[in-house]
């Protein structure tokens, strides 16, 4: 059976490989700044362990806009590599649907990489996710 951890500060670093699978643009060092001020702004972490090995990684927070109402958004999920179609993102979404109930969410909620299609196929076909806008940025000059 499957356990699930909170990630905090004392123990993130043993998710960077993970964290690095899905955002490879990142450092150590830009990785602990960034938790904290996330943790901060509400943002949560949980691991799926199996034989105390972490297997996957998910990242979200629990907020309200107009539009998903109280929702559990999710910035994060990734499965280690080597073990992906084995069931452990299927069982953190499971979780993570446990978690949103829990907190009278209506609904889980994130974004996706156009050029991912597999984790579409994950989101859409074996978690009924419904494909239902884009998302927009702008980078901003910041110098």
Do not use: W
Request: glycine share 4%; charged share 25%.
């Amino acid at each position: 059976m499957y356990n699930f951890k909170k990630i905090d500060n004392e123990n993130l670093l043993e998710t960077f490989p993970l964290i690095t699978q899905l955002r490879t643009d990142i450092s150590e060092k830009d990785c602990v700044s960034l938790f904290k001020v996330m943790q901060s702004e509400g943002y949560q972490m949980i691991a799926l362990t199996d034989h105390r090995v972490i297997k996957a990684i998910a990242g979200f927070k629990i907020q309200t806009n107009f539009y998903n109402k109280k929702h559990l958004f999710l910035y994060d999920l990734v499965t280690e590599s080597s073990d992906r179609s084995k069931g452990y993102g299927n069982a953190m979404m499971t979780y993570l649907e446990e978690i949103a109930l829990k907190n009278q969410c209506v609904y889980i909620a994130l974004e996706s990489g156009l050029a991912r299609l597999d984790a579409h196929r994950f989101y859409e076909d074996k978690n009924n996710f419904d494909k239902f806008c884009y998302s927009f940025r702008k980078p901003l000059n910041t110098k």
